[in-house]
């Protein structure tokens, strides 16, 4: 066997070490931002199964007319705390409507109205990326207890095999009400930023879209928040 090494061999292996390199690199990146901090699932889970429970939360089987309100396109990964995709990740979302009222029979003292057209609640599975998108709208916000108004926000469920479950919260980006949000700013100012997203106009301008990348990791101890939904 010929022990020489060709210019060749060097370049490719240079090659198989950059790419390397650059994998290591975006894994770290990653996992520099941090496993996705929890949040509470408050009292508007979902309690009655719906016919219609798919991606797109601004259209109603059934229903001519579309949900009122700002449509939002949220597009996001699932990934491990070592940055890996996880495909066949179960993700959940529920919401208010745009006038702050969500489906739920615990939310009756509320008296915003109600969208019969908007579907408050949708499902997902992680494809072989681990990516999941929904559209929705932008909810609106709603009074939680005296002198304290919840600002927008979009509630996650993510299901993984062998990883844990994570319950969290999306909140928009240059929202006044963010900074005195009891939930919120429980959190320290760097796991604030991993809930709070920036959205900017989508093709064709019609509506608004963001990412909002979900790492799943161990449980971590985000400190104790109150149970408000």
């Avoid at 089987?61 to 990934?79: D, E, I, K, P, S």
């Avoid at 969500?102 to 509320?110: A, F, I």
Wanted: glycine residues 10%.
């Amino acid at each position: 066997m010929d022990a020489r090494i060709t210019r060749r061999d060097l370049l490719a292996q240079g090659g198989i070490a950059g790419l390397a390199l650059a994998a290591t690199a975006a894994v770290r990146a990653v996992s520099a931002l941090g496993v996705t901090p929890a949040q509470p699932e408050g009292p508007f889970y979902p309690v009655r199964d719906q016919p219609d429970k798919d991606t797109d939360l601004t259209r109603v089987q059934g229903h001519a007319r579309a949900a009122t309100g700002q449509t939002v396109l949220v597009n996001g990964r699932v990934l491990d705390a070592s940055g890996r995709p996880v495909p066949g990740a179960l993700v959940e979302i529920w919401q208010a409507c745009a006038t702050g009222r969500y489906n739920h029979p615990d939310d009756s003292n509320n008296q915003a109205a109600l969208d019969e057209d908007f579907q408050y609640w949708g499902r997902a599975t992680t494809d072989a990326r681990g990516a999941y998108s929904f559209r929705t709208i932008k909810p609106g916000a709603y009074p939680a207890d005296a002198g304290w108004v919840r600002p927008p926000h979009i509630h996650f469920r993510v299901v993984a095999p062998g990883l844990p479950s994570l319950t969290t919260q999306m909140y928009f980006a240059g929202e006044a009400l963010n900074a005195a949000d009891r939930i919120l700013r429980s959190l320290p100012a760097e796991q604030r930023k991993l809930l709070t997203v920036s959205f900017a106009p989508a093709a064709g301008g019609a509506a608004v879209e963001g990412v909002f990348d979900i790492v799943v990791g161990r449980p971590g101890t985000a400190g104790v928040t109150p149970e408000v939904d």
